[in-house]
């Protein structure tokens, strides 16, 4: 896997039929979690917003939380162990539930901002192959 070292892992999230972005998960955040999220991929699902601040998708990821938080960043990517939702955030937020910290979107995080609910979500591994 092409960008894919011991402590990083290079994603594409691709929005199904609009575009796509590059962004990491970081293992130094949450061991374990982005150990599972890997085995898993790849993942996919339907959009969903968290107010403007982020969109998720529900995935087959049962973990729990590590190193938990309830503020973020643009360009953040946690994992929500209710719904097993990995969120992307597009501005920064702070949010009613603990989230755990997994990585960032490497493009610009406003292009999430055109991500519209019930659009089709895809994450996998990045092979070098991104345009």
């Known amino acids: 896997m092409s960008g894919t070292s011991v402590s990083k892992l290079s994603l594409i999230l691709e929005i199904k039929g609009k575009f796509k972005i590059r962004c990491e998960l970081k293992r130094h955040l949450a061991p374990t979690l982005v150990g599972k999220i890997n085995r898993s991929l790849p993942l996919s699902g339907n959009s969903h917003s968290i107010e403007k601040n982020a969109v998720y998708f529900q995935t087959s990821v049962e973990a729990g939380l590590q190193r938990t938080r309830r ?3 643009k360009g953040d990517i946690t994992f ?3 719904g097993h939702a990995i969120c992307f955030f597009y501005s920064d937020s702070k949010t009613q539930k603990e989230m ?3 990585g960032r979107v490497l ?5 999430l901002k055109n991500v519209e609910s019930g659009d089709e979500i895809i994450l996998y591994c990045d092979t070098g192959a991104y345009t």
């Open 71 to 73: 503020e973020f960043k």
């Open 80 to 82: 929500l162990s209710v």
């Open 100 to 102: 755990s910290p997994i």
């Open 107 to 111: 493009d610009d995080p406003n292009l």
